[in-house]
């Protein structure tokens, strides 16, 4: 499973790291749990990235302890060669729900975090990016819609657009998908994987689903609970651009079956 030289979505060498972990560690102050165990790690620039674990295994804590929303207790995060401290402009995050406000059109929502950092001027300078967004992922003549007009799939791609609109340096992505049926969830997972491409972006997704995980990342994070650690990085080099019908190939079925077992074994830790 391990490849010599690890590839990014159009098959170049992977890049400089963007993302790096040293010694994380988490103990929660209220109850002692202990979260995360001296947990390393290092993202680069052009690689998809999963996590995947138990329920318990740290997964969210990871994940918030990289948006910058809750500290480590030990240990050090760095992005773009700066600690983060707190949340961040070079930080894109998307949710399990889209949480798109009612009251604003497609458009408005994509350029809201504009309007929100940089005020009303730069929101509209950026109406025209967050069309061609829209046009990327498929929303062409949706951008005046309100998003009770949306499908659950088109408002995530609404999502998604309103997370890239600041150009982050890196997506964290909480199960992005896992609300839609499993079919608009494959389709989801490809257009993500193509816009990742078309951007060149570094992301990080939790996942409960193996075969997502597999279909999408050049590394997958298998995490162990109590306490939450790393068991082990798994590297899926199957060739890009993943299509679906890879997930029928006896290689998938082996990544897949290896970590399925891996999460079995953890449960007994
Ligand atoms: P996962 O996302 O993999 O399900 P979490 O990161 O949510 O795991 O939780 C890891 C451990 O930390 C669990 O034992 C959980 O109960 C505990 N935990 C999570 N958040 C808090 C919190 N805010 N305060 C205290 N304990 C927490």
């Not at 997704?205 to 193996?210: D, F, K, Y």
Request: with cysteine.
């Amino acid at each position: 499973m391990n490849s010599a030289v690890q590839q990014d979505y159009s098959g170049e060498p992977l890049g400089a790291p963007v993302y790096e972990l040293t010694h994380v560690s988490k103990t929660y102050a209220r109850n002692q749990v202990v979260a995360l165990d001296d947990v390393s790690l290092t993202l680069r620039k052009g690689s998809f990235t999963s996590v995947i674990g138990s329920s318990g295994c740290g997964k969210s804590t990871l994940l918030k302890i990289m948006a910058g929303l809750i500290p480590p207790s030990k240990g050090r995060v760095i992005l773009q060669g700066e600690p983060v401290k707190g949340p961040r402009r070079d930080i894109g995050m998307m949710f399990q729900q889209a949480t798109l406000f009612p009251w604003k059109t497609a458009v408005e929502n994509i350029v809201l975090p504009i309007e929100i950092r940089d005020g009303k001027a730069a929101a509209n300078n950026a109406l025209d990016k967050a069309h061609e967004l829209l046009d990327i992922v498929g929303l062409k003549g949706f951008e005046n819609v309100y998003p009770n007009e949306l499908s659950g799939g088109m408002a995530q791609r609404a999502s998604i657009c309103r997370m890239l609109i600041t150009e982050p340096a890196v997506l964290l992505l909480d199960e992005p998908f896992s609300a839609l049926d499993e079919l608009s969830r494959d389709m989801m997972n490809m257009e993500l994987q193509r816009i990742c491409r078309e951007q060149d972006a570094t992301a990080f997704l939790v996942t409960h689903s193996i075969q997502e995980a597999v279909i999408l990342s050049d590394e997958i994070v298998v995490m162990k609970p109590r306490p939450g650690r790393l068991a082990e990085i798994v590297e899926v080099d199957l060739p890009r651009p993943r299509t679906l019908d890879m997930m029928t190939t006896p290689k998938f079925g082996e990544i897949v079956d290896h970590i399925r077992n891996m999460l079995d074994k953890g449960e007994d830790m």
